[in-house]
């Protein structure tokens, strides 16, 4: 499945989620329990997105005072996990250094961690294994409107930061991805970039394991980054790099993500 941006809620851009919203207001137990993937989300914030501004900058100034710097998405109950993660995007990339990787069950595997770094790093999977980890259920809303409960489990980017010496004030984290998206002159290699304080967030994981299983190839394999207070095409994966930075302006076409380089919102708050 590919986005196109003509598809796109036409709010996205400004959306500010009921969860989000209703987050900040201090009333998430009034809203209404959540399980499995379902479709028909396209409307749930039309209100209050027709009246938030559209200026990207100013949206993501609102959502940061609203969310705070460490609210946490919520989390679900094992019960609520009713179906798979509904692959989406790349699912089987055919990336010749990818293919390779799989040949090879991923023993291979180095996530590179550069950029304003005291330590670059080059992390074997096992080495990423053995930090501390996380698992958390979380709920997946993707732009086209659909979203799934999932159990995801990795280790937190705010350790492997540290391990690397990432300079303190430095403002924005890059993915580079193994898997190229789009055909003829479209096609290019995904990314994504967040900032420090989406970086820095207790639920945002570099993840290797879904539903009690390793990460499967179609959900991004062997690694995917989980930001669990954005949308779906945030989350980066077949993650080859870390890059600390704080310029956007090298990679892909300069917007901050393979999407972004297509019209949508680098901040995708929800
Ligand atoms: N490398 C890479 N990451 C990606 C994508 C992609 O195509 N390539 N698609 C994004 C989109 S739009 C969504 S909704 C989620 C889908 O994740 P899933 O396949 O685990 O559901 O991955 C995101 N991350
Ligand atoms: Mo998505």
Same mark, same amino acid.
């Given at each position: 499945?590919?986005?196109?941006?003509?598809?796109?809620?036409?709010?996205?851009?400004?959306?500010?989620?009921?969860?989000?919203?209703?987050?900040?207001?201090? =009333?998430?137990?009034?809203?209404?329990?959540?399980?499995?993937?379902?479709?028909?989300?396209?409307?749930?914030?039309?209100? %209050?997105?027709?009246?938030?501004?559209?200026?990207?900058?100013?949206?993501?100034?609102?959502?940061?005072?609203?969310?705070?710097?460490?609210?946490?998405?919520?989390?679900?109950?094992?019960?609520? %996990?009713?179906?798979?993660?509904?692959?989406?995007?790349?699912?089987?990339?055919?990336?010749?250094?990818? #293919?390779?990787?799989?040949?090879?069950?991923?023993?291979?595997?180095? =996530?590179?961690?550069?950029?304003?770094?005291?330590?670059?790093?080059?992390?074997? #999977?096992?080495?990423?294994?053995?930090?501390?980890?996380?698992?958390?259920?979380?709920?997946?809303?993707?732009?086209?409107?659909?979203?799934?409960?999932?159990?995801?489990?990795?280790?937190? =980017?705010?350790?492997?930061?540290?391990?690397?010496?990432?300079?303190?004030?430095?403002?924005?984290?890059?993915?580079?991805?193994?898997?190229?998206?789009?055909?003829?002159?479209?096609?290019?290699?995904?990314?994504?970039?967040?900032?420090?304080?989406?970086?820095?967030?207790?639920?945002? %994981?570099?993840?290797?394991?879904?539903?009690?299983?390793? =990460?499967?190839?179609?959900?991004?394999?062997?690694?995917?980054?989980?930001?669990?207070?954005?949308?779906?095409?945030?989350?980066?994966?077949? %993650?080859?790099?870390?890059?600390?930075?704080?310029?956007?302006?090298?990679?892909?076409?300069?917007?901050?993500?393979?999407?972004?380089?297509?019209?949508?919102?680098?901040?995708?708050?929800?």
């Amino acid at each position: 499945m590919t986005h196109n941006p003509k598809h796109d809620p036409n709010g996205r851009s400004v959306r500010l989620g009921r969860r989000g919203f209703l987050r900040g207001a201090g =009333l998430v137990a009034a809203t209404a329990p959540l399980a499995g993937c379902f479709d028909g989300l396209g409307d749930r914030d039309g209100t %209050i997105r027709n009246v938030m501004e559209t200026a990207n900058s100013l949206t993501y100034r609102v959502q940061r005072m609203l969310l705070g710097m460490d609210d946490l998405a919520r989390e679900y109950s094992e019960s609520e %996990i009713r179906q798979p993660q509904r692959p989406n995007g790349s699912t089987d990339p055919r990336d010749p250094d990818y #293919l390779a990787l799989v040949a090879s069950n991923f023993s291979p595997y180095r =996530l590179e961690v550069k950029g304003a770094v005291g330590r670059p790093l080059s992390l074997s #999977l096992g080495e990423l294994r053995a930090m501390p980890a996380r698992t958390q259920i979380t709920r997946h809303d993707c732009v086209e409107g659909w979203s799934c409960i999932a159990k995801w489990t990795g280790v937190p =980017l705010s350790h492997v930061l540290d391990e690397a010496g990432a300079r303190a004030d430095a403002r924005f984290v890059v993915f580079e991805c193994f898997d190229t998206l789009g055909g003829g002159a479209g096609a290019a290699k995904y990314y994504e970039s967040i900032d420090m304080r989406d970086a820095r967030h207790p639920q945002t %994981i570099l993840a290797y394991g879904l539903n009690d299983q390793g =990460l499967p190839v179609s959900n991004g394999a062997p690694l995917r980054v989980r930001i669990e207070r954005q949308l779906g095409y945030k989350m980066a994966k077949y %993650i080859r790099s870390i890059t600390v930075t704080d310029d956007l302006s090298g990679f892909g076409g300069g917007a901050g993500g393979y999407w972004e380089d297509r019209g949508y919102e680098w901040f995708a708050g929800i």
